[in-house]
């Protein structure tokens, strides 16, 4: 892969929680590459966490250029407001998903990311592209299980 990467991300749930799954693209030049993958019961948010976190993963060298699109506000909000870096300091005290933020701060921090939100639904082919395959990832017959995901993280439902 070239020095400069662009991924597109979306996660979807049925039900939240419920069958979820994430989509990703990564693009760098004339390559493309497309990941997917399922889980049995999870939310929303862990799976938006879940694709930027494969995306970056998948980046084979340290210190790439990446520009990170997803509808998520979630992901963008808390990392361009630094609130995750505050999060973090406090050891991720009272928040959801400190599994995946940690995780996802390790691959953020070995590359150089900007990540910019786009409005989800709104006919950007690439974030399309994700939904459809976070969708269909959803819906297969056999699907993982979200070892992170806990009921306690809903609060009930009530949130």
């Known amino acids: 892969m070239a020095d400069e990467v662009t991924i597109y991300t979306d996660g979807a749930c049925s039900g939240n929680p419920g069958p979820g799954g994430y989509g990703v693209v990564l693009i760098s030049g004339s390559h493309r590459k497309e990941l997917s993958e399922g889980y049995r019961l999870t939310t929303n948010n862990r799976m938006e966490l879940l694709a930027a976190i494969t995306g970056l993963e998948a980046l084979r060298r340290n210190g790439v250029k990446v520009r990170l699109y997803t509808d998520s506000q979630y992901l963008v ?20 998903n400190p599994d995946l933020w940690i995780r996802f701060l390790e691959a953020y921090r070995r590359h150089q990311v900007t990540l910019i939100w786009i409005k989800g639904h709104n006919n950007n082919p690439e974030n ?11 819906k297969k017959p056999v699907l993982a299980e979200d070892p992170g995901y806990s009921p306690d993280d809903d609060n009930g439902g009530l949130l």
């Open 128 to 138: 399309e592209r994700c939904d459809t395959l976070a969708v269909e990832a959803s």
């Open 77 to 96: 909000n808390a990392v361009n407001n630094g609130w995750v870096f505050e999060w973090e300091r406090k050891r991720f005290a009272k928040k959801k």
